[in-house]
């Protein structure tokens, strides 16, 4: 059936609109809402669908299918509504960042292009951030600049958002950044005065000073083209009011005033890297007084090479392994070194030629574990404490 599309035309001082409800179509997980008149803009040209409630039913999404304005509510909410007036309110937050975001991207779109060269192939408007791609695969950060403070100039001089309804026959006349759509009785084209024509059916400012500001947050490489993200309006305020209290935080914990908290957190890397390579250098000297220890209290079982099994108790299955290493540098025997803590085990041998694998896979898998390594290391884990145990019991 066909709605009426209000949602250009609503006073945005108003709470609430009637319209009808004239079909209620259920669907595979949810109920379709047919009115006769909408202020729900649907979902397209890379913006959302709106929100609101429908005689206080919330909407999930608004789609358009073969021309019909679907108004998609949950199964559950679907069986509350019938046929007859309606009340509609729409969430007008929602639509006015939406509408904001769309107006910036048309806005940021012209500037590339005029300041650049540069075509945008695609762009979508999230509820967190909001893409263009645009073809080319250089976009350096002195470009990212140049363009922010363009359309920044662009706010600031409110240009008028000018909406122009034409047949295809006459779209020619108006320099569009894209191609128009084919099939259409009216083309809507979206005017930035001095900065952007554009065929679109979103819904837009009427001046780019509400805007407010826009923000690009970065450039990277895409599929041979680069992805900018940005943001506009109000969540521009949200994004720096985030960022100066994380800077706060970095701030005292830093004890570096805010404007110096990058340099900051570089002197507190560095530092950190420091005392990482010191506390690796002490680790391997620590594994090498153990092993040391190890071999000079183990008591080698009989068989070639001779069997070394140990359990540490208070280390992990990284230390034990440390401690393996150094000791597998000390000794031709097979060690064999338990975490029971990790319930792992870890064995190591150095002599040449021979493999540790047959002496442990089958053991350790018939008590229920797994793992595995090379001929002159091997490791493994089990379920339990039990199995673990039952493991090293039948080591030879």
Request: hydrophobic share 40%; net charge negative.
């Amino acid at each position: 059936m066909q709605t009426q599309r209000a949602y250009y035309d609503i006073d945005i001082t108003r709470e609430s609109y009637c319209a009808e409800i004239r079909e209620i179509r259920v669907l595979q997980d949810t109920v379709a809402v047919m009115l006769d008149k909408t202020i729900f803009y649907p979902e397209g040209g890379g913006q959302s669908g709106d929100r609101g409630t429908i005689n206080g039913v919330a909407l999930v999404d608004v789609q358009e299918k073969e021309g019909e304005i679907l108004h998609l509510v949950s199964a559950l909410d679907g069986a509350r509504l019938e046929l007859g007036p309606a009340v509609l309110v729409l969430d007008m937050r929602r639509r006015r960042d939406f509408t904001v975001l769309h107006t910036a991207q048309h806005l940021l779109s012209g500037t590339i292009l005029r300041l650049t060269g540069t075509p945008t192939v695609s762009m979508h408007l999230g509820d967190e951030l909001c893409t263009i791609d645009v073809d080319t695969k250089v976009f350096p950060e002195e470009t990212c600049i140049m363009v922010e403070e363009a359309v920044a100039d662009a706010i600031e001089g409110d240009q008028p958002v000018i909406i122009h309804h034409c047949p295809p026959e006459k779209v020619s006349a108006f320099p569009l950044r894209k191609v128009p759509p084919q099939g259409e009785a009216v083309i809507r084209v979206v005017e930035i005065q001095g900065h952007d024509f554009s065929p679109c059916c979103g819904t837009h400012l009427a001046s780019t000073g509400q805007i407010g500001m826009l923000r690009i947050l970065g450039a990277e490489k895409y599929k041979g083209m680069t992805r900018i993200t940005f943001i506009a309006g109000r969540r521009v305020l949200r994004d720096s009011r985030l960022l100066r209290h994380n800077g706060e935080l970095s701030s005292r914990g830093l004890k570096v005033p805010v404007a110096e908290t990058g340099k900051g957190v570089l002197a507190l890397l560095e530092k950190t890297n420091q005392l990482e390579r010191t506390i690796k250098v002490l680790e391997e000297e620590n594994a090498g007084f153990r092993a040391e220890a190890l071999l000079r209290q183990a008591v080698p079982h009989r068989g070639e090479p001779a069997l070394l099994v140990e359990s540490i108790p208070d280390a992990g299955i990284d230390e034990v392994i440390r401690i393996g290493r150094a000791a597998q540098k000390l000794s031709d025997a097979l060690i064999v070194l338990v975490s029971p803590r990790d319930v792992k085990f870890a064995a190591f041998c150095s002599v040449k030629g021979v493999d540790i694998r047959p002496l442990l896979k089958g053991n350790m898998e018939a008590q229920g574990g797994h793992g595995g390594g090379g001929a002159s290391f091997f490791q493994g884990t089990f379920p339990s404490g039990a199995a673990l145990a039952a493991f090293v019991d039948a080591l030879p």
